[in-house]
C-alpha cells in the first residue's frame, strides 16, 4: 500500500491548510497523521477509525484541527485550522489494515504500517 500526502505549504499565522492522503489500496483499520518538526520527536497529531469514523486528537491540535475520510476514495484529510508557528513540521500519513500487529492505540506510531513520504507544513509569524 502506498499513501501519498499533498496539500502542505507555506501560511501565516491564523490561517489554514488542508491536507489529503490517498492510499492506492483499502485499509479498512484506521488512518491518521503524525508530525515532525526539526530536532523533536514524532508527534501524533489526529487518527480515524474507518469503520464507524471516530476520530482521536493530539493535545495540541484539538478545536483547530479536523480529520475526516472519503472511504470510496481511500482518502483521508486534515483540515488545520488557526494555525501557529509551533504547527510547523513534516505531516506524516499513516495507515493500518486489519489484524496488523498488535492493537496499539491509535496514538502509537506502532500500530500503523504504512507511512507516507511526508508533506511539508511551514507557518509564519
Known amino acids: 500500500v502506498q499513501l501519498v500526502e499533498s496539500g502542505g505549504g507555506l501560511v501565516q499565522a491564523g490561517g489554514s491548510l488542508r491536507l489529503s492522503c490517498t492510499a492506492s489500496?483499502?485499509?479498512?483499520?484506521?488512518m491518521g497523521w503524525f508530525r515532525q518538526a526539526p530536532g523533536k520527536e514524532r508527534d501524533f497529531v489526529a487518527a480515524i477509525l474507518l469503520s464507524g469514523g471516530s476520530t482521536y486528537y493530539g493535545d495540541s491540535v484539538k478545536g483547530r484541527f479536523t480529520i475526516s475520510r472519503d472511504n470510496a476514495k481511500n482518502t483521508v484529510y486534515l483540515q488545520m485550522n488557526n494555525l501557529k508557528p509551533e504547527d510547523t513540521a513534516v505531516y506524516y500519513c499513516?495507515?493500518?489494515?486489519?489484524?496488523?500487529?498488535?492493537?496499539?492505540?491509535?496514538?502509537?506510531?506502532?500500530?500503523?504500517?504504512?507511512w507516507g513520504q511526508g508533506t511539508q507544513v511551514t507557518v509564519s509569524s
Open positions: 489500496e483499502r485499509t479498512d483499520d484506521s
Open positions: 499513516v495507515a493500518r489494515p486489519p489484524d496488523y500487529g498488535l492493537p496499539y492505540p491509535l496514538q502509537s506510531p506502532r500500530r500503523y504500517r504504512y
